[in-house]
């Protein structure tokens, strides 16, 4: 039978043929989990990945879980390719979370806590205290936590309060009766949030050196000091987690900014998707709190331990232990940047590219700050889509904007989980007179770009950074991303054009360099795709290289299918979520698909074809999902400098694909296999270390 013709015979948009994007997001989790359980990783380094994983499982509860559960609400029966019902989906979620909390406990306490204790960082519990600890402790319940609590006992004129997401919160158990004679039985108390969850007990009755109280013991071991003529029976840590999905009806409003701060404060006290207590919370005390929130009993996560891992991941930066750290390096400035003082005259020279957190981020920030002193410079213009207020980005936007400099910044507000952040920075902004704008009605603006507007001699001369991460100082030491800088004059007019769509909400007109979503970025990687296709059925070769975060558009997955049936090899490496099945017989033999989870986020969006022996290679700000091609602005450009080209290859594809001790290779059935070389060991990450960082 022809390829073409056992293409043509083979549905693929059969619901088969794709993994569930929740059940793909739960396997990134367990992936992440695992390297908490890897004792070739610093000790330090196991505990903060465990406290990741925390993290990304909140998140999904708090967006992805909650999701389904309003669409369950509503009736909706939309599924995605895999036909899967939101009903079915929260179904086959729930025991396989309760499995990831149970296996982040299990390995808190078998592996790391008694690891860390003969290292000498212990977590104290009460019955372990010596007498000096319970006075210190007693000493700081006073001055510190009671004065700023607010308990609540519960009575008809005191209703159960509403819990802040993801708020630690203790339900109290009381005998004896109040100042008004009534024996309400329960209280709730909430823990402040000003203060730290992890509190060092001071050197001076510490028998180690790393030694810490955790702030719920604190309270549970003096909360009857908070009801005064009672005892407390029971005190229980719980934490309930809410919908924090925000939702502006865009074409109802005049001013995103101000409808997105009132928005704010409703995600705090979003719809209950799930209840966490501590494990020796008795079961009368779980189905009243179940009831209050409205959960059912698969809601419910019992926790072996703090309630809330993330409140540990302070620990690893508050501890000075080295040895049980990963090594620092010092990232690397490329020499052409490193000998001339002018960031002009060095991008004049040639296109510049960085790989982070190999190489530094500081280039740019020199880049913004000479823009903002530079008499010559007339204009900056940047998107912002995570970035943080107090950093050296803003701060140069801010002396740019100070200096007389047109700058205009496109600030995306509903950046999730940043839209705080992103208020105020566009407030700090306009009050120095920058021009702020907040991207396009219905879309979000993830594209990552900067330009500078110059006089040279009679000429406007532009320069351009565009960059595959945000311009974010703390996630550059991080998240493995590429920057490039260019004055390449096609390049430079796109990046202007894309700016005044932005602005001007008119067309940006025909970009010659630059692939665009929403308009035509999808069409370009089938195209691409279809194009290594041809090849194929030529009898030349084709394939197609590809790294990102998401992989899930059906309609990209499908040609990527078809790519294989007609013999194009098909080669990604996708960090997280993941939909495309590799090796199903008659669809996908010539596909293969890798995660890598090491000591940095993998972050990088790069497309590369071989095109008939004349590679084509592109760096992103998109994955390749559906929001990315259809909701979002981004931007997809070409790197045409044949050495630069060839690098980015070697550094991400070469190094990755040969990557046999941090690579999880996907199964066709949805699960991961960790590569593991008995010798000749090679971590993609470690080796850029060495190449790259100085």
């Known amino acids: 039978m022809a390829k073409s013709e056992r293409s043509e015979r083979v549905n693929l948009s059969k619901p088969e043929l794709y993994i569930n994007r ?49 669409q369950v609400a509503y009736g909706s029966m939309q599924s995605g390719p895999d036909s899967i019902s939101p009903a079915d989906q929260l179904q086959m979620v729930a025991p396989l979370a309760h499995e990831l909390v149970a296996e982040q406990y299990k390995v808190l306490n078998k592996l790391l806590l008694p690891k860390l204790a003969r290292q000498g960082v212990k977590f104290l519990t009460e019955e372990t205290w010596s007498s000096k600890q319970v006075g210190w402790i007693k000493q700081y319940f006073d001055r510190e936590l009671a004065p700023i609590m607010s308990p609540v006992g519960l009575d008809p004129s005191h209703p159960f309060p509403e819990p802040l997401n993801k708020s630690l919160a203790f339900i109290v158990t009381l005998d004896g009766k109040d100042a008004f004679g009534r024996a309400s039985g329960k209280a709730i108390v909430q823990a402040p949030r ?41 005190c229980f840590q719980f934490r309930v987690t809410r919908n924090s999905d925000l939702f502006v009806d865009e074409e109802e409003i005049d001013d995103l900014l101000i409808a997105l701060e009132g928005e704010l404060s409703s995600r705090r006290f979003g719809d209950a998707v799930r209840l966490e207590v501590s494990h020796d919370c008795p079961e ?6 179940s009831a209050q929130f409205g959960l059912g009993a698969s809601e ?31 990232p690397s400035v490329p020499d052409r940047i490193r000998n001339n003082d002018n960031m002009f005259d060095a991008i004049r020279a040639g296109d510049i590219l960085l790989h982070h957190p190999f190489e530094s981020f500081a280039p740019f920030v020199d880049f913004l700050r000479q823009a903002a002193r530079d008499p010559n410079v007339l204009a900056i213009k940047q998107t912002l889509y995570r970035t943080g207020t107090e950093s050296s980005v803003v701060a140069a936007l801010v002396d740019a904007a100070t200096n007389g400099k047109e700058v205009l910044v496109v600030i995306e507000l509903r950046a999730r ?30 594209a990552k770009m900067c330009l500078v507007i110059r006089r040279e001699g009679r000429e406007l001369t532009r320069y351009v950074h565009l960059g595959t991460g945000n311009y974010h100082i703390r996630t550059t030491r991080l998240y493995t991303d590429y920057g490039l800088f260019t004055c390449e004059d096609d390049l430079c007019s796109d990046v202007q ?27 370009s ?17 084709g394939t197609v290289w590809a790294k990102m975060n998401s992989l899930i558009e059906p309609q990209i997955i499908q040609a990527l299918y078809r790519a294989s049936q007609a013999g194009v090899r098909v080669e990604l490496i996708v960090r997280g979520i993941c939909a495309l099945k590799p090796g199903v017989p008659g669809v996908s ?15 990088t969006r790069v497309f590369c074809f071989h095109n008939n022996g004349d590679r084509e290679l592109f760096l992103s700000s998109a994955d390749w999902m559906g929001r990315n091609f259809f909701s979002r602005v981004e931007t997809c450009f070409p790197i045409e400098d044949k050495k630069l080209r060839e690098r980015i290859f070697a550094e991400t594809f070469t190094a990755y694909l040969d990557d046999n001790s941090q690579a999880w290779v996907l199964q066709a059935d949805g699960s991961y296999e960790r590569k593991r070389a008995k010798k000749d060991r090679m971590s993609a990450q470690d080796y850029l270390l060495e190449t790259l960082s100085d």
């Open 525 to 541: 990687m089938v195209a691409n795709i279809e194009r290594e296709i041809v090849f194929a059925q030529e009898g030349k070769s």
């Open 194 to 234: 000003s203060l730290p969850r992890v509190v060092r007990v001071p050197e001076s009755i510490a028998t180690s050196a790393n030694q810490f109280v955790l702030l719920s013991s604190i309270v549970s071991a003096h909360v009857s000091d908070l009801f005064q003529g009672m005892k407390a029976t029971g």
């Open 497 to 523: 054009k894309v700016f005044q769509q932005l602005t001007t909400l008119g067309k940006a007109g025909k970009l010659k360099k630059i692939v665009q979503a929403p308009f035509s970025l999808h069409a």
């Open 417 to 446: 989980f940043d839209e705080e952040a992103n208020i105020e920075l566009a407030n700090k902004l306009q009050s120095v007179g920058a021009h702020v704008v907040y991207g396009v009605v219905g879309l979000k603006t993830h």
């Open 22 to 70: 929740e059940l793909s997001q739960l396997a990134f989790m367990r992936r992440v989990i695992a390297q908490s359980k890897d004792s070739a990783m610093p000790l330090l380094e196991r505990l903060r990945f465990l406290c990741i994983a925390s993290q990304i499982l909140d998140e999904f509860f708090e967006i992805r879980v909650a999701g389904l559960k309003q």
């Open 589 to 603: 033999e010539n596909v293969k698909v890798r995660s890598i989870i090491g000591r940095f986020l993998e972050h």
């Open 300 to 330: 419910v996560y019992w926790c072996e331990g703090p309630v809330n891992l993330m409140r540990l991941a302070a620990v690893p930066d508050i501890v000075a232990r080295p040895d049980l750290k990963f090594p620092g390096f010092t």
């Open 284 to 289: 009368d005390l779980v189905g009243f709190l």
